[in-house]
């Protein structure tokens, strides 16, 4: 081998070491952030059976591989199912998502249900499809996780989901309400959790490149994504390019409310808001800055004028 080789090999070492720190490292930090998030918010104990819902796309996959991973360092026992519903969208490739699964091991469900058909029927031509078919989606996991004997439904949702949510609901519906990390379903029965809620899409981009998971295509049936959720994804991230750590702060904002000075008379009793003389750290204080910019020698002087 000429000194030529020799070197292009000692680069080609140097890369291929760099590469795979760099991947090693983005998988220990889904780690800690997933499983920072099932601690946080008592998602998953012992004894759980937990139904992962397995779409075929990036955020799934990440999901069920990360607590696969997690399930065998956990100090506690807890039992994992994927679920796929086969929708019936034209040219949806069923063999994928089984032949995955048994090469890993983990047992899984496939649900045909042609709730396809259903939705064609029902939305006008042109129209999106999301809203219906994940309502239609929703029921029928529902009735899985009990077939199944699951008590805990695990999605795929991440960060950027939530935030967008967050600001669709406030520019379109005029809510101050997002996507948690863990709620219980409408009729009360089962426990929805959402373990990526501290990751970033970028990570499972990158994870799902890493991996080389076998990725299916969310718009078989043509429709395309809801065009308001495009615009707040936009902005978001022209707001990261431009405005470094602004996303993280939105964010960090939905942990740490502070219902006093918000205005909703159900969450906080404006009504009965009384004068008791006791000094108040969530007071007219909590509109000062953080941290605050005036010299403390400036403020006394101030006040004593």
């Known amino acids: 081998m000429s000194e030529a080789d020799l070197d292009q090999l000692a680069v080609d070492t140097k890369k291929a070491e760099k590469v795979a720190y760099e991947n090693n490292k983005l998988h220990k930090r889904l780690c800690r952030l997933v499983g920072q998030a099932i601690g946080d918010f008592n998602m998953i104990e012992d004894g ?6 397995l779409s075929g796309g990036k955020d799934s996959y990440a999901l069920l591989d990360i607590l696969m991973t997690l399930r065998e360092r956990a100090p506690i026992h807890f039992d994992i ?5 086969d929708q019936k969208q034209p040219n ?18 496939i649900e045909n249900q042609d709730t396809y058909s ?16 994940s309502r239609l989606r929703r029921g029928i996991l529902y009735r899985v996780a009990d077939e199944l004997g699951c008590n805990k439904i695990a999605l795929g949702h991440h960060r950027d989901d939530i935030l967008e949510t967050f600001f669709l609901n406030m520019f379109f ?5 997002g996507m948690p990390a863990k709620l219980v379903s409408d009729d009360g029965k089962h426990m929805v959790i959402r373990p990526l809620a501290y990751v970033r899409e970028a990570d499972t981009e990158r994870y799902a490149e890493v991996k080389g998971f076998p990725i299916i ?7 395309q994504e809801n065009l308001q959720r495009k615009q707040i994804k936009a902005m978001l991230r022209e707001w990261e390019k ?12 939905l942990n740490t409310v502070v219902p006093s000075h918000l205005m909703d008379r159900n969450l906080f009793g404006f009504a009965d808001l009384k004068v008791d003389g006791v000094a108040n750290p969530n007071g007219d204080i909590a509109f000062d800055e953080e941290p605050c910019s005036t010299p403390a020698a400036n403020i006394i002087s101030l006040t004593q004028l």
């Open 48 to 53: 759980d059976k937990v139904m992962v819902c």
């Open 81 to 85: 199912v994927a679920v796929n519903l």
């Open 92 to 109: 949806f490739p069923a063999e994928v998502l089984p032949a995955y699964l048994e090469k890993l091991g983990v047992p899984y469900h």
């Open 118 to 133: 259903i939705v064609k029927r029902l939305i006008p031509e042109g129209k999106t499809t999301c809203s219906l078919c």
């Open 173 to 177: 519906g005029g809510k101050l309400k």
């Open 217 to 223: 295509p969310c718009d078989l049936c043509g429709s």
């Open 242 to 253: 431009k405005h470094p750590g602004r996303v993280d702060n939105v964010f960090s904002s």
